[in-house]
């Protein structure tokens, strides 16, 4: 049974890696520029099946589909914030905006690559079934290299925001908009961009589920229940949080579908979203005082 | 005419729709989708209605009304085809159940110190999740096997399956927009729309906010799982998938932000409206083409029509009653479609093209014209002339 735990553990740990990919980018959005942007969920698959096509099309590790995808993702993202800030939206309108693209874009995807399932070959994908053994728990090869690209993101993204002049300009703008403004702050440019960076994180999180999962236009309905409790523990625009929080809600989620069987990690992850809105309702990972 | 005279009426008229129609249908012999329509249409009201009475007037985003929808169908269906349980006495358990869980969401969720719109928004989703994991789980809900309707015995004096289901949700629509316009006209709903404008100078003003705030969820929790009930007999084999996705949320939020979120008609025009079009695309064979203009027109609402229609409708009510008033008769009797609904639709079609086109007139000055403003018609003036 503790083999059985210590596996769940460590596979938790490492899913909880890719968990992080998938909500750094809500979470700098709403954090930073205030827009609950849903259509992430839709990036992402929308970056999977991107990889499964340039894989199998091209015949190439799938790993190569990221030259593609996160120019691909900037660009989608600064799109759809160039669009908000002409339209001047409020934080309502643009949930009800991005609520309806990812009507859009889940039909899109359901219209090319129908309901099946579709999963990239395994000769030209050489990580699916990869693993090797510590001790006697097996570490997947897929979630490693997740894992490892959500430490180069959370820690690349938090010397981002706090060393360079573009972290300022964020922090800056997240603070008082207008002060920002007023100080010279193109606020529209630094939200473009950093709306950009956010959408290609989420694409890149695709990228890493294409290599080891099926895909099928309504998976992204489920992640809705990791991503949301992940975005919140962790604390809005904090990317080392979520990193932390992903680990969290892993470790959390694996070891209750060890225990009770895996329709219970919904409900597990449900409970710590409940706990962590009643008592750190600005996230685990966020010094007192900043907001 | 006094509140109460206004009710008893409605009361009378609901008495009669509910035994002419069917009588009426069967002695014309008019085809069986007319009434299938009909009640359909009256499933999407009673849904978006009750939505807007959290939504609309409290102002609190829901995404939650999948969830209450499928508490209610899933308790018909457990009870009343598993257990065999009178269909009857399962229905008001339905909407209890539903308000119940409705009611202990905002148990927890009002109470959060920083609760904001945002993260209210996203649990009531979330919820929505979770209740679908709970009835996979667990074999004496689904456990992923479906559950059959289809053999569910109705009491007789409902009639045939068309004729009960036709009775049953127009009972329940009719009880939904009652409940809808009798909180609006009251102090609850003036106390609402108070939270809605900002809530913590109404928390100042005394009004108590948390207590008004549970009425509203609960109310539409009830009035969606009372709903969920009686529609489980017409998805016959209800699972988990069809139950809860996000199908029902998305289309009362549609139907709700076209009709107009700040008066109780609104989403009734909505839903009728989106309803209609949806079913006729539908039986044109545009399915995979509905979805993404439901999308791109839900987007392009949200951005074009803030007030929603059905103030502008109210406004120049003259030309919309003309416009449709014409169509109607144009298509009708040049018989250029095939069925009276296909007119209806490009009747609704035409007149909603005659409301959006843009005019000078503001839904201010109209509405102060005529009479005293209600608090939202003043809120939506003092809007509009900013």
């Known amino acids: ?27 700098l959005t709403w954090g930073a520029l205030r827009i609950i942007n849903l259509a992430h969920f839709s990036f ?3 970056g999977a099946y991107a990889t499964y096509q340039i894989s199998t099309s091209l015949e190439i590790d799938p790993l190569f589909a990221l030259l593609v995808v996160i120019p691909a993702g900037f660009l989608a993202g600064a799109i759809m914030q160039i669009f908000f800030e002409l339209t001047k939206v409020d934080e309502f309108q643009s949930l009800i905006i991005s609520f309806g693209s990812v009507i859009i874009l889940q039909s899109i995807i359901r219209t090319i690559w129908t309901a099946d399932f579709r999963r990239i070959d395994r000769d030209i994908n050489p990580y699916e079934s990869m693993s090797f053994f510590v001790g006697d728990v097996a570490i997947q090869v897929p979630l490693l290299l997740a894992f490892g690209a959500a430490v180069g993101i959370a820690l690349g993204t938090s010397l981002l925001l706090s060393r360079s002049y573009f972290g300022k300009a964020v922090r800056a703008i997240v603070d008082d908009p207008q002060i920002a403004r007023a100080y010279g702050i193109d606020n529209r440019r630094v939200a473009v961009v950093l709306s950009g960076l956010a959408t290609a994180f989420s694409a890149t999180a695709g990228v890493f589920i294409a290599t080891f999962q099926s895909l099928s ?29 992903g680990v969290i809600v892993g470790v959390a989620a694996g070891v209750a579908s060890v225990q009770w069987g895996p329709l219970s990690a919904s409900l597990v992850t449900f409970l710590i979203l409940i706990a962590a809105l009643l008592f750190r309702p600005q996230g685990l990972f966020t010094r007192q005082g900043s907001s | 005419m006094t509140r109460r005279t206004k009710a008893l009426a409605g009361f009378a008229v609901a008495a009669i729709v509910i035994n002419l129609v069917p009588a009426l249908a069967e002695a014309l012999d008019t085809p069986g989708f007319y009434i299938t329509f009909m009640f359909t249409a009256f499933f999407w009201i009673s849904q978006a209605v009750s939505w807007n009475i959290l939504t609309g007037y409290s102002g609190y985003f829901s995404f939650g009304q999948g969830a209450w929808f499928g508490v209610g169908v899933y308790t018909t269906g457990v009870l009343a085809a598993k257990e065999g349980w ?39 989703l979330a919820v929505a999740f979770v209740l679908a994991s709970v009835a996979r789980l667990y074999s004496f809900i689904d456990g992923g096997r479906g559950i059959f309707m289809t053999g569910t015995p109705l009491p007789e004096f409902l009639g045939d399956f068309r004729t009960a289901m036709f009775r049953m949700t127009f009972v329940v ?7 809808a316009y009798l909180l609006y006209e009251s102090r609850v709903g003036w106390g609402l729309f108070a939270i809605r404008d ?7 003003l005394g009004v108590p906010t948390f207590r008004y705030k549970m009425v509203a969820l609960g109310t539409n929790a009830f009035f969606s799982g009372l709903m969920g009930g009686v529609w489980a007999l017409q998805i016959g084999f209800v699972t988990v998938d069809d139950v809860f996705n996000i199908r029902v949320p998305l289309f009362v939020i549609l139907m709700s932000v076209l009709g107009g979120m700040k008066h109780w008609m609104g989403p009734v025009v909505g839903a009728v409206i989106i309803y209609t079009l949806t079913d006729r695309l539908n039986s044109a064979g545009l399915e995979d083409v509905n979805q993404i203009i439901i999308g791109g027109l839900l987007i392009f609402l949200v951005l074009a029509v803030r007030e929603g229609i ?28 095939t069925s009276l609904i296909w007119d209806f639709a490009y009747a609704s079609l035409i007149t909603l093209l005659a409301v959006l086109l843009p005019t ?13 403003a209600t608090p939202v018609e003043a809120s939506a003036a003092e809007r509009a002339s900013t």
Do not use: C
């Not at chain 1, 210590?6 to 979470?27: D, E, H, P, T």
């Not at chain 2, 629509?173 to 409940?179: I, K």
């Not at chain 2, 000078?360 to 005293?372: D, E, H, I, K």
């Open chain 2, 198 to 204: 900002d809530e913590q100078v109404a928390h100042g």
């Open chain 2, 173 to 179: 629509a009719f009880l939904t927009v009652l409940a």
């Open chain 1, 1 to 27: 049974m503790s083999d059985v735990l210590n596996q769940a553990i460590v596979s938790g740990l490492l899913i909880g890696g890719l968990y992080a990919v998938m909500s750094v980018g809500i979470s």
């Open chain 2, 86 to 124: 009178p269909f009857l006495v399962a229905l008001p358990i339905a909407g209890a159940l539903a308000a119940a869980f409705g009611l202990g969401l905002g148990l927890v969720v009002f109470r959060l110190r920083k609760l904001s719109g945002e993260i209210f928004a996203l649990t009531t």
């Open chain 1, 217 to 245: 236009p309504s998976i992204s309905l489920g992640w809705f229940g990791i991503v949301f409790p992940v975005v919140i523990l962790g604390g809005l625009g904090n990317a080392v949080g979520a990193l932390g929080a």
């Open chain 2, 310 to 337: 059905y103030l502008r409708m109210r406004m120049r009510w003259i030309l919309t009653l003309t416009v449709f008033g014409t169509a109607m008769a144009v298509w009708t009797f040049a018989d250029l479609a």
């Open chain 2, 360 to 372: 000078r007139q503001s839904v201010a000055r109209v509405l102060r014209r005529g009479g005293p």
């Open chain 1, 44 to 46: 992402i698959l929308l």
